[in-house]
């Protein structure tokens, strides 16, 4: 009997049936193994979902997230997994690589001032047909291969964005940096219409003046404008580095210049569920909004409109604002969905206990 249940396993299957009372094979086992850790990290996602259920987050995409196509791809794919959970996001992008290459190409050169573009006439035109006519469709491409969900949006429809001319400040001194707006008002009504009906806007960082001008807006300004507005329960940005560091430049290694340029003060103790407390050279896990407004000073240009932002969005009633290293695959889920979350959280002051 034993003879035949043996050949039938091998004409069946292949293989020689188990001798009795061993194991599964090992192909079975370490499959089976996979498939208990994903049930471990769906698991682990359980208490978060349930938390974020119907809450709005913007998200402010932009960096190597945007170029790299593995990135981009993740990216979409992290927007369309929160809708699905139940989520509500909304997409703030820029396009500042894409600029700087038409620029190029008509052989007009890029020039910053605290880490915001100047903006003539000619470079606004390019801003402005390249923000809304070309990323903002292939960012509602991207995520649109995984159902009718996203729809596009310039900061200038239904006058999403009012903005005013703004200068930047540099060595303590007022600097004209051209077409370039600071968001007075933000009225989200249309936003709010496609979020209730289960859409995902994706918003180009342009905005009109009360008299009509045309401004360029930094998109981690908008995304924090935005979120305000919209009483959004995060604010997520995706940027090139991990966070901000505790002792620059002892901590990331060469390259990482978006960090604090000198010792900052000691950030707030993680909580649970928002990974270890810092040490030095370390990613800041967590830090009040006062603890960032004694930062700021120190950072580096590019990296000061992204804190300013988190600072705002927090000073503004967002319960988190969180910079994270877009060039990690499935940053927003990670941080999101799991108790260790990575980046750096910025929240009000007293919410650090």
């Known amino acids: 009997m034993t003879e035949r249940r043996d050949d039938l396993s091998v004409l069946m299957t292949g293989r020689p049936a188990p001798a009795p009372g061993a194991g599964p094979p090992d192909g079975q086992r370490a499959g089976a193994a996979a498939a208990l850790a994903k049930a471990a990290t769906l698991i682990e996602a359980l208490p978060w979902l349930d938390r974020f259920h119907g809450q709005t987050v913007v998200i402010k995409y932009g960096g190597h997230a945007m170029t790299d196509e593995t990135l981009r791809?993740?990216?979409?794919q992290d927007v369309v997994f929160l809708r699905y959970a139940g989520l509500r996001p909304v997409v703030v992008h820029?396009?500042?690589?894409?600029?700087?290459?038409?620029?190029?190409?008509?052989?007009?050169?890029?020039?910053?001032?605290?880490?915001?573009?100047?903006?003539?006439?000619?470079?606004?035109?390019?801003?402005?047909?390249?923000l809304t006519g070309q990323v903002n469709r292939d960012v509602v491409g991207l995520i649109n291969r995984h159902g009718p969900f996203a729809v596009g949006m310039s900061g200038e429809d239904?006058?999403?964005?009012?903005?005013?001319?703004?200068?930047?400040?540099?060595d303590g001194e007022a600097v004209d940096i051209g077409l370039v707006g600071e968001i007075d008002t933000v009225d989200a009504a249309a936003l709010r219409v496609l979020l209730a009906d289960g859409r995902i806007p994706v918003v180009s960082s342009v905005a009109r003046s009360a008299g009509g001008e045309?401004?360029?807006?930094?998109?981690?300004?908008?995304?924090?404008?935005?979120?305000?507005?919209?009483?959004a329960a995060k604010l997520v940005v995706l940027t090139d580095v991990e966070g901000l560091y505790r002792d620059w430049p002892a901590g990331p290694g060469p390259g990482l210049t978006a960090a604090p340029a000198g010792p900052s003060a000691p950030p707030?103790?993680?909580?649970?569920?928002?990974?270890?407390?810092?040490?030095?050279?370390?990613?800041?896990?967590?830090?009040?909004?006062a603890d960032?407004?004694?930062?700021?000073?120190?950072?580096?240009?590019?990296m000061i409109p992204k804190m300013e932002a988190c600072l705002r969005a927090v000073r503004g009633g967002v319960p988190q604002a969180?910079?994270?290293?877009?060039?990690?695959?499935h940053s927003v889920l990670?941080?999101?969905?799991?108790?260790?979350?990575?980046?750096?959280?910025?929240?009000?002051?007293?919410g650090g206990s």
């Open 322 to 329: 969180h910079v994270l290293d877009g060039r990690l695959p």
């Open 94 to 130: 820029g396009g500042g690589p894409q600029i700087s290459a038409h620029l190029e190409r008509l052989g007009v050169a890029s020039t910053f001032a605290a880490g915001l573009r100047v903006t003539t006439q000619e470079t606004m035109d390019v801003v402005r047909m390249v």
């Open 334 to 350: 990670l941080e999101i969905f799991t108790d260790s979350g990575i980046g750096t959280m910025v929240v009000p002051d007293g």
């Open 292 to 302: 960032l407004e004694r930062l700021l000073p120190g950072l580096s240009a590019g």
């Open 158 to 170: 239904a006058n999403l964005f009012t903005a005013s001319r703004r200068a930047a400040v540099v």
């Open 214 to 231: 045309i401004y360029n807006v930094n998109a981690d300004t908008a995304a924090a404008a935005l979120a305000v507005a919209l009483g």
């Open 268 to 289: 707030t103790a993680s909580p649970p569920g928002n990974g270890a407390a810092s040490r030095p050279g370390d990613v800041i896990s967590m830090l009040t909004a």
């Open 73 to 76: 791809v993740a990216f979409a």
